[in-house]
């Protein structure tokens, strides 16, 4: 017996389609964590804000602008002014001035989340900017990344705006560990703690290179397992993931075995994302990294 039907997490609004949209991969930083970074060449963003807003007119959408550092696209303002979604997240790590998020902070609907990288930053300025940004009202995202390198630096930051939490509810704060670092049982039992209560805010910084080996189509096909197991999952009816060349993808999980199935410059992205978002996709990713948390073990 097989698991045949996989549904994705209700989020709090059934009705909401989530889209992520890696802008770029270029980052003004280079963490030695970070999995997403990649020098390239600016892609351009027209044909990919037409699709956007063409979801937008069928589903409530919801886009989250991610990279690399999403605000170095030189196209930033216009990807603002043109998206005509439901709401808006941006994800940065503050590496540009005061003014420039000023301006950021002036487009409605819009949530900024922030991680703090303590081996790029100067604390003190990093600390003003973001007390800046909880000023302007909107929900400020803050997530510590809780590097062991920086072990005091990164607790005195999370405890300072722990502080300011309560009277400053557009402020949401969380703390994250680094994927390569391994905590000791005294650091697990306070970063444990404080997962309680906070918003669950998904963040991977690797690669499980186990995953793409038993997954990969070649893989599959090489060892006669090409009926191997399919679930219909409705990843593509609520979900999809945009990369900065424009390719589309059902889930992150697809984008990471660069499955896509059109991209904004195909004459015919409007019919195959109209299928997709009607009959979700067929899922033959075996171990799971996208967060559902349904195990998709063959059951016999
Ligand atoms: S972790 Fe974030 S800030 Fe650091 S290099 Fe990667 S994208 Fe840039
Ligand atoms: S990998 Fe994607 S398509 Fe497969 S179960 Fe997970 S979310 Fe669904």
Redesign the pocket.
């Given at each position: 017996m097989y698991i045949r039907e996989i549904k994705l997490p209700q989020h709090k609004d059934p009705e909401q389609f989530n889209c992520l949209w890696e802008v770029t991969?270029n980052?003004?930083?280079?963490?030695r964590?970070?999995?997403?970074?990649k020098e390239e060449k600016f892609q351009e963003v027209d044909s990919i804000i037409e699709a956007i807003n063409y979801i937008a007119t069928k589903k409530k959408m919801h886009l989250t602008l991610?990279?690399?550092?999403a605000v170095m696209h030189p196209d930033f303002f216009q990807i603002l002014d043109e998206l005509k979604v439901s709401s808006l997240q941006v994800?940065?790590?503050l590496?540009k001035s005061k003014s420039f998020w000023d301006k950021v902070a002036r487009t409605p609907n819009i949530e900024i989340i922030i991680?703090y990288?303590p081996?790029?930053v100067d604390r003190d300025e990093f600390t003003e900017k973001v007390l800046a940004l909880i000023k302007t009202g909107i929900i400020i995202k803050l997530i510590v990344?809780l590097d062991l390198n920086y072990r005091e630096e990164c607790l005195d930051l999370f405890n300072f705006f722990e502080k300011l939490e309560s009277k400053h509810p557009n402020l949401k704060l969380s703390i994250s560990k680094i994927f390569e670092q391994t905590l000791d049982s005294k650091d697990i039992e306070w970063y444990l703690e404080q997962q309680v209560g906070r918003e669950d805010i998904i963040v991977f910084?690797g690669v499980d290179s186990i995953t793409k080996k038993y997954t990969q189509e070649s893989y599959l096909v090489n060892n006669n397992l090409n009926n191997f197991r399919l679930f219909k999952c409705d990843a593509g009816m609520r979900t999809l993931v945009i990369s900065s060349e424009g390719k589309f993808f059902a889930c992150s999980d697809y984008r990471s075995h660069n499955i896509s199935f059109t991209n904004s410059k195909d004459t015919g992205w409007k019919e195959k994302l109209e299928f997709i978002s009607e009959k979700g996709v067929l899922c033959r990713i075996d171990k799971c990294l996208c967060g559902c948390n349904i195990p998709k073990k063959r059951i016999i």
């Open positions: 991969t980052c003004s930083y280079r963490c964590y970070c999995a997403a970074v991610f990279g690399g550092e994800h940065t790590n590496s991680s990288h081996c790029h990344m910084h």
